[in-house]
């Protein structure tokens, strides 16, 4: 289709997350004129996801003030929605969509949105009531009635979610306990020093750690989680569960289609899948980084609207965003957490700053060229560490290091 076309083509967007709802706002706002339709598996609106496990959850969030757009955007730029919509099969060779409704759509160009969704456990007791994840606003809603005053939440999984949700059990007057099967939380995203650092600041807070533990099921009374029980016996009481393993990318209707996928759907520079008429965004690919040459599945809201973008301007022929550095932040009682980059093949660590004042960064260096920095309430510390691993420029390790120097100096 030329460029003219491609301005007037039918669009569907499948996944009406933060990643779909943007893709609909970019292609407006690029001057896209044909038909939009956005289906969405949830009643709600395109809404922020992050504030789920804090704002949500201690009652200073609902629905509308999380909404990416109003209601009324979606008609004043016709876009047609179809919540509550699922998406059953996609017909590559008559770009057709069929919906559980038996409805039938047409594209021109179709944009796949479809997230990831929670880990589950694979353990007796797994579908006992009050075995919960933390996905969607439905879950934390569910989350959030079951916390409160002297509740006790078990949280099997000691990542930034689990974290999240523990921090805002305690602000609610509730108990919490922290699972994790490693020898430290945050094991498998952040390094030593930051599990060190955020296990103790939660200590400090009341909340309780049970590591090196592995969880072997859950018990119930009358159809409700009590307990969750361990691997070597042992059981510790509960009033709700909450299971943050991870999560798996919702790429099954795209293996469906015959697209390629790898752990996600597999994407280019521009979001395309193998199939030109499709792109895939958000949590869902497994897209190129081309910083750190290789490929990765990012789940972050960053990604999301990067990938959106990407999929709006290739459709309508327009440049494509500059690259970004991938970035992600976690708000736990009063720290802010700011991570950019990714730490591969970093081959050492500084640390910039005091843990013991709950403001430092941690540095990742491959050499002298930052890969990545996980800042804790240090703004210049992420700000310029963002821009000195967009750059690729090499850095004084001993000026990084001396918090005396500034960050203007250190990437001068």
């Known amino acids: 289709m030329s460029a003219e076309a491609n301005q007037n083509a039918c669009v569907v967007i499948i996944g009406a997350g933060h990643a779909g709802g943007s893709a609909a706002a970019f292609l407006r706002q690029y001057g896209h004129e044909g038909r939009i339709v956005l289906i969405g598996d949830e009643p709600l609106l395109p809404y922020q996801r992050p504030p789920l496990s804090k704002a949500w959850l201690k009652g200073e969030a609902d629905a509308d003030s999380l909404s990416l757009k109003p209601a009324e955007w979606y008609a004043e730029n016709n876009v047609s929605l179809r919540l509550q919509g699922v998406a059953e099969r996609i017909n590559r060779s008559a770009k057709t969509v069929t919906l559980a409704s038996g409805e039938v759509i047409s594209y021109d160009?179709?944009?796949?949105?479809?997230?990831?969704?929670?880990?589950?456990?694979?353990?007796?007791?797994?579908?006992?009531?009050?075995?919960?994840?933390?996905?969607?606003?439905?879950?934390?809603?569910?989350l959030k009635h079951a916390l409160g005053a002297d509740k006790?939440?078990?949280?099997?999984?000691?990542?930034?979610?689990?974290?999240?949700?523990?921090?805002?059990?305690?602000?609610?007057?509730?108990?919490?306990?922290?699972?994790?099967?490693?020898?430290?939380?945050?094991?498998?995203?952040?390094?030593?020093?930051?599990?060190?650092?955020?296990?103790?600041?939660?200590?400090?807070?009341?909340?309780?750690?049970?590591l090196n533990a592995g969880v072997a099921g859950f018990d119930g009374e009358n159809g409700h989680v009590r307990a969750v029980r361990f691997a070597d016996g042992r059981a510790v009481a509960c009033d709700v569960a909450l299971v943050g393993v991870?999560?798996?990318?919702n790429d099954e209707l795209a293996k469906d289609a015959g697209l390629e996928t790898a752990g996600g759907v597999v994407v280019d520079?521009?979001?395309?899948?193998?199939?030109?008429?499709?792109?895939?965004?958000?949590?869902?690919?497994?897209?190129?980084?081309?910083?750190?040459?290789?490929?990765?599945?990012?789940?972050?809201?960053?990604?999301?609207?990067?990938?959106?973008?990407?999929?709006?301007?290739a459709i309508l022929g327009r440049p494509g965003p500059a690259p970004e550095v991938p970035w992600f932040w976690s708000d736990q009682y009063d720290l802010k957490l700011q991570i950019a980059g990714l730490p591969f093949e970093a081959d050492r660590q500084v640390v910039r700053g005091d843990p013991a004042a709950a403001k430092f960064a941690v540095f990742h260096l491959k050499g002298d060229l930052i890969q990545a920095v996980e800042a804790i309430n240090a703004p210049p510390e992420f700000m310029a560490g963002k821009q000195l691993i967009a750059k690729r420029a090499p850095v004084d390790v001993d000026k990084l290091a001396d918090s005396s120097v500034s960050m203007k100096e250190v990437a001068a």
């Open 246 to 249: 991870g999560a798996v990318p």
């Open 109 to 142: 160009f179709l944009i796949l949105a479809t997230g990831a969704r929670a880990r589950a456990l694979p353990i007796p007791g797994a579908d006992l009531a009050g075995v919960l994840s933390l996905r969607t606003a439905a879950d934390a809603e569910r």
């Open 269 to 313: 520079l521009e979001a395309r899948t193998s199939d030109p008429s499709i792109f895939a965004i958000g949590d869902v690919t497994h897209r190129p980084l081309p910083l750190y040459d290789r490929r990765f599945r990012l789940e972050s809201v960053p990604n999301a609207l990067e990938q959106a973008k990407q999929a709006a301007a």
């Open 152 to 210: 006790r939440l078990a949280v099997i999984g000691g990542g930034y979610v689990g974290l999240e949700a523990a921090a805002s059990a305690r602000a609610l007057g509730s108990h919490a306990m922290v699972i994790e099967r490693e020898s430290r939380v945050l094991a498998r995203v952040a390094c030593e020093t930051l599990s060190t650092f955020f296990q103790a600041y939660h200590a400090k807070h009341g909340v309780a750690f049970e």
